[in-house]
């Protein structure tokens, strides 16, 4: 009797290797199971749309742990992690304003910026309220979050405003960095609710930002290969606070902006904030907010 065809008494036959095909059947159910399982714990872990989701299946549920972490759905959790990351960002935003003023003092930045206005601006205002109101200051793009405008300089001469942030959507420094051109206004309304619509303003703004004031001027300045530095802004409080002409030509080719930029080239004020903007552009995180 063939080894094939019989077996010794007392010893059992041993069964054929199972098949790649027997053991995928065999795991697939599990496997299966298993990914579900995962992907729903990375999705509870990671979308905002899972809290809705969970409030409703579980209902008072209020705490969730996954890979060792534990969610806290609590409204007290959500004031406690608001203050959090308001407390976080506000030490960010310290470094950076202190990292500015060091290299605003080390560049001289101030002193540039009182030249162009006593040089450029000063002698193009249009009557005693105009120059005893004005005031100017530097934007730049802000450097801890994207869409958003830094005011680098105090207001020279009045003071204050430095280290401000506004959106870049924002009024006429808005405009002017949105459309990468010079914008200026000799008769800008008061009126809260035209200042809502046509000036991207909110009404918290409205209430604190610019009410009394009518004329207003932003040009951009820019490095030698045309990449914008910032915004050089001027305000006052009458209207047509420009010399003649008000808006008779292109804003480009207004006396007051050409002899913004040319003074702002004229005494170093260009040179040094390009050094201050690639600086800190180096070290900036341009945190995006809205995707």
Same mark, same amino acid.
């Given at each position: 009797m063939s080894t094939i065809e019989g077996y010794l008494p007392g010893y059992a036959v041993a069964s054929p290797p199972a098949s790649w095909q027997a053991v995928a059947e065999a795991w697939s159910w599990p496997l299966t199971v298993l990914i579900i399982a995962l992907s729903f714990l990375v999705w509870i872990t990671y979308s905002t749309a899972a809290k809705p989701f969970l409030l409703t299946l579980f209902g008072r549920i209020r705490r969730i742990s996954a890979f060792g972490v534990e969610f806290d759905l609590t409204p007290r959790a959500a004031v406690q992690t608001r203050t959090n990351v308001e407390s976080g960002f506000d030490e960010l935003r310290g470094k950076i304003k202190r990292q500015f003023d060091m290299l605003i003092d080390s560049e001289g930045l101030n002193s540039k910026l009182l030249s162009v206005a006593e040089n450029a601006v000063y002698p193009r205002l249009a009557g005693d309220d105009a120059k005893r109101s004005y005031r100017c200051t530097i934007h730049i793009q802000d450097i801890l979050f994207e869409d958003a405008l830094y005011q680098l300089l105090d207001y020279y001469p009045q003071g204050g405003g430095r280290g401000r942030t506004r959106s870049i959507r924002f009024g006429i420094i808005g405009r002017a960095a949105?459309?990468?051109? &010079?914008?200026? #206004?000799?008769?800008?309304?008061?009126n809260s609710e035209k200042l809502i619509e046509a000036w991207s303003m909110t009404p918290g703004e409205v209430a604190i930002v610019g009410r009394d004031r009518r004329s207003f001027a932003a040009i951009p300045l820019y490095d030698s290969s045309r990449t914008l530095l910032g915004i050089f802004y001027v305000d006052a409080r009458p209207s047509n606070a420009w010399a003649d002409p008000p808006l008779d030509v292109p804003a480009p080719d207004h006396p007051?902006?050409?002899?913004?930029?040319? &003074?702002?080239? #004229?005494?170093?004020?260009?040179?040094?904030?390009?050094?201050?903007?690639?600086?800190?552009?180096?070290?900036g995180p341009r945190i995006r907010i809205l995707k």
């Open positions: 949105r459309l990468n051109q &010079s914008d200026i #206004q000799s008769d800008v309304t008061t007051l902006c050409e002899a913004i930029v040319a &003074s702002a080239d #004229q005494y170093g004020l260009v040179e040094a904030l390009s050094k201050v903007v690639t600086k800190m552009r180096e070290t």
